[in-house]
């Protein structure tokens, strides 16, 4: 009826953003209309939080897009979340430290990264 559909899938890794893309495009030849086809996805690699431990402490970083700004939030039940604050990654590589000064005393503690 109308073609077969054409898919077609790319990857791209953007050094200005330090950022991963994939697109994918699904379209018909001839298309039936313009606003249905081509249609685009575009899925970028989530931020993602890096744990080391120094003298006991853990450390935070947080990896992601240059130019990006990351809300970190806190949990001690995956329920109840707390904004620590926003950070914006500005460096050539894409991380930024995620300092918690005045953590309070818990059994256990979560942290995610989310785009504001």
Do not use: H
């Amino acid at each position: 009826m109308f073609g077969d559909p054409i898919v077609k899938a790319a990857e791209t890794f953007k050094e200005s953003s330090n950022i991963r893309t994939s697109q994918i495009t699904l379209s018909s030849m001839p298309a039936p209309s313009s606003s249905l086809f081509p249609q685009t996805l575009t899925i970028t690699e989530p931020p993602r939080l890096l744990v080391s431990k120094t003298n006991g402490t853990p450390q935070f970083t947080l990896k992601g897009g240059r130019g990006f700004n990351y809300q970190i939030d806190t949990s001690t039940n995956l329920t109840n979340w707390s904004s620590l604050g926003i950070i914006t990654i500005t460096n050539q590589n894409g991380t930024a430290p995620i300092i918690e000064t005045n953590a309070p005393a818990a059994d256990q503690r979560f942290y995610r990264a989310v785009l504001p």
